[in-house]
Structures are given as structure tokens and as C-alpha cells.
């Protein structure tokens, strides 16, 4: 009720609706913004910001949206130093200024606001259950993903970003558009620029140690362990068919 309060004490006109399966939220979005909608405040995590991002572009229409971060790790809540707390989250989400986010296309179908990523731990957040995370927090991804450790094996790719190649053999790789991935890498001083018509491309070669991810937070990428770029267009070819998330 509280949420609904906000919104009418500035003189709006309040739909509430509620997600009950993946890829709901896109289809809510799209709907509500072809009634007319002038607004729209997304309360959930990363993926279901996602999806209401996804419908509002392939709907074609550009509606300003809110985000009010609800889920369990929230990454691109914190990069964009959103609060946490949900009366100041909503407050934000209805007067606070209208920005650019750059949103990623993947295989030509797949849209993605946030990260695609393959390689290690690809699976940890749909394989975790609903239940632990709400009883856990982030220390459900992992208990869930710790068993993929003794599973990791490396992907040989051939990579072009912005005409730039490389080969290799990686254990992780992201295309993202944040400064904080699976709420443990940290790129918060790697020239992330969220609406710079650029993503981000981090590779890891080799499990790092623990002072390669400290440097890794401070804009220092040890080539030995990373490869980081920023790109407009990559490709990337694989030896092996290889998942994403």
C-alpha cells in the first residue's frame, strides 16, 4: 500500500500488476505501455528489470522506467547506486531524473540490459532455488554454485570485438553493461559508462588469485588472468557448443 501511497500523493494514476512466470514482466510492460502508461516502476531483481526492458523494446516504445531493487543480489541496482531501501528506492523510481541505458542484443534475438556471460557458474542463477535465495540472500549462489568448481574446464574461442582478434582457451567470459557481475567481480573503476554505446568484454584465462580480483577492482587487469575491452559489436566463435546466461 505504501508504494501504491507514493505515486497518488503526486497525482498518478496507479496499475498494479504481478508477475507469475518467467518472461511475464516483458509482456506487462509492453501491454502497459501501449495503454498509454507514462511511467513504469519495476520492483524485483536484475532479471526482472530485464525482461520489462526487453518488452518495452521490441514493443518499440520508450516509456521511462523506475527500478526498485527487491531481489537477492541486485548488481546493477548497486552499480547504478540505487538505495536499497524501498521508501527512498521509491521516491527515486518516481521523481528522480531520466537516464540512457545501453542494452545488449545477443545471437540477434536475445536482448539484455545487464550481462550475458558463459563458462563458470552460467547456470548457478536459475539452478538456485527460489526458496534458498529468499532464506539466504547471495550465499545461496554459492552453495549452489560450489560444486560447478570441481566441474571447470576452459572454452576455446576466437574472438573479434570492434575488429580487434584474439584466440584463447577461457573459464569465464561476460559481455556486460555494469560494474558489478554475479555479485563478485567488480569493475567499478574500469571506465564503465552505462549509455556510451559500449559494452564491456571480460574474459578470465585462468582461475585469478586473490590480488588479481583486488586489481581487478581498482581498473588494473593483470593479462595473465584477464582479458578487458570496451566494444560496440563483438563475435565470438567456440570450439565446442557452449551455453549462456
Request: positive net charge; aromatic residues 8%.
Amino acid at each position: 500500500f505504501h508504494i501504491v501511497e507514493i505515486f497518488c500523493r503526486r497525482g498518478h494514476r496507479v496499475t498494479v500488476q504481478l508477475t507469475n512466470a518467467r518472461g511475464h514482466a516483458a509482456e506487462l510492460a509492453r501491454d502497459a505501455a501501449e495503454l498509454g502508461h507514462t511511467l513504469l516502476v519495476c520492483c524485483g531483481g536484475d532479471g526482472t528489470l530485464n525482461e520489462v526492458l526487453a518488452g518495452l523494446l521490441r514493443a518499440g516504445v520508450r516509456v521511462p522506467v523506475g527500478y526498485v531493487p527487491t531481489g537477492t543480489t541486485n548488481d546493477l541496482a548497486h552499480a547504478l547506486h540505487l538505495p536499497t531501501k524501498l521508501s527512498r528506492a521509491m521516491e527515486l523510481a518516481v521523481t528522480g531524473p531520466v537516464r540512457d541505458h545501453d542494452v545488449g542484443l545477443l545471437c540477434e534475438k536475445q536482448l539484455f540490459d545487464y550481462v550475458a556471460s558463459f563458462g563458470a557458474f552460467v547456470q548457478t542463477a536459475y539452478a538456485t532455488p527460489q526458496r534458498l535465495k529468499n532464506a539466504l540472500g547471495r550465499t545461496a549462489y554459492f552453495v549452489c554454485g560450489l560444486p560447478e568448481v570441481f566441474a571447470l574446464r576452459p572454452r576455446r574461442l576466437t574472438l573479434v570485438a570492434d575488429g580487434q582478434r584474439l584466440e584463447g582457451d577461457f573459464y569465464f567470459g561476460s559481455i556486460s553493461n555494469s560494474t558489478r557481475i554475479a555479485g563478485l567481480i567488480d569493475l567499478d573503476r574500469a571506465g564503465v559508462v552505462f549509455d556510451d554505446g559500449k559494452l564491456e568484454v571480460l574474459l578470465i584465462r585462468r582461475p585469478p588469485t586473490p590480488r588479481a580480483l583486488r586489481d581487478l577492482a581498482r581498473g588494473r587487469f593483470d593479462e595473465r588472468y584477464f582479458v578487458f575491452l570496451h566494444a560496440r559489436e563483438v563475435e565470438m566463435r567456440f570450439t565446442v557448443p557452449t551455453e549462456w546466461t
